[in-house]
């Protein structure tokens, strides 16, 4: 039996046949990264229980190594492997949300290497809602340690494209699956302390946090936890293009016209200006909106990039829903906020 395969720069290309899934189970097996699709965003995998294995993953990537990265876990059961003393909101939550797009911080177990926790006594973990995420890490055997599959700085690839520009060259392969259904990151919830807490919003609403909770939930670096700080790799510029982007916040109407107004001033200048479309559209619900926008976010700064704009204009979204997502990832990518 032959495996479509082709390798490109020393990547190999992998089909989703089962065949591929244990070649690239192999590889990992072995030490080696593979890039996989998952519900949110492409992930770049290695064993989480090898020490050698987790260090490629920040060498590939260029990621600064007091970033953690993410456990992958392919059953519930599982979560009691890598994480200790677990709270009961833990295995409750898992219930309800997994697979699915939900990180849970919690306090690691041993047979996770410090490296993926970049030394914090804690570990993120989640279970991918993929059939070919579930299956790799099914046929390893082992959790699977996986940031985003893309080069450090740069946007989060959500498609295999983006990951073959991004990492060719510098990983052992990549498994082709169709575009992110979701498009952004999991939610990172924080359940290590005396009460829940978002460090990253992301693919999981607070709003669904919340009613599973019956609580209200904070979110880190909000006015309500100033004292509490966000996910480590909140403090890197990252999710962002290469061109400058300024967001234009205030009025909804405001922002339209400053962005005209912005466009037309910069335009002049000679500058090549690209527009982020980050507000809903008039025909689209407002539930179906922030989904949208999510999906398409990371992809549209790609584009304006391979496009050579000089400057990037966006709006800002609402904060509701995967909007709160969308919006956290807009202020991080924004080079000047313009309130107006
Ligand atoms: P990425 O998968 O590339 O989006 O990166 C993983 C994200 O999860 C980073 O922003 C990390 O800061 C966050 N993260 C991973 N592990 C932990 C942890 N133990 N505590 C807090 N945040 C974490
Ligand atoms: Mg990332």
Known sequence: MSIRTKKVKGTLLLDGSPQSIEKAAAILRKGGLVAFPTETVYGL??????????????????????????????????????AADLPPEAPYLARCFWPGPLSLVLRRAEVVVPEVSAGLMTVAVRMPDHPLAQQLIRAVGAPIAAPSANLAGRPSPTTYRHVIADLCGRIDAVIIGQ???????????????????????????????????????????????????????????????????????????????????????????????????TTSGGKQSKNTAPERLAAALYRSMRTLDARGVDLILAADTISSGLGLAVRNRLRKAATRVLRV
């Open 179 to 277: 575009d992110c259904r979701i498009g952004i990151e999991s939610t990172v919830l924080d359940l290590s302390g005396e009460q829940p807490v978002i460090l990253r919003p992301g693919g999981l609403s607070r709003e669904d946090l919340e009613t599973a909770l019956n609580c209200s939930v904070h979110v880190a670096g909000s006015k309500f936890m100033a004292d509490k700080p966000s996910s480590p790799g909140m403090k890197y510029r990252h999710y962002s293009p290469r061109a400058p982007l300024i967001l234009v916040t205030g009025f909804p109407r405001r922002q339209q016209l400053f962005i005209k107004i912005l466009s037309l001033f910069y335009g002049k200048q000679g500058l090549q200006v690209g527009i982020l479309n």
């Open 45 to 82: 995998g290695a064993i989480a229980t090898s020490q050698e294995a987790v260090n490629k993953i920040f060498i590939a990537k260029g990621r600064p190594v007091d970033n953690p990265l993410i456990v992958h876990i392919s059953s519930i059961k599982h979560l009691y492997e890598v």
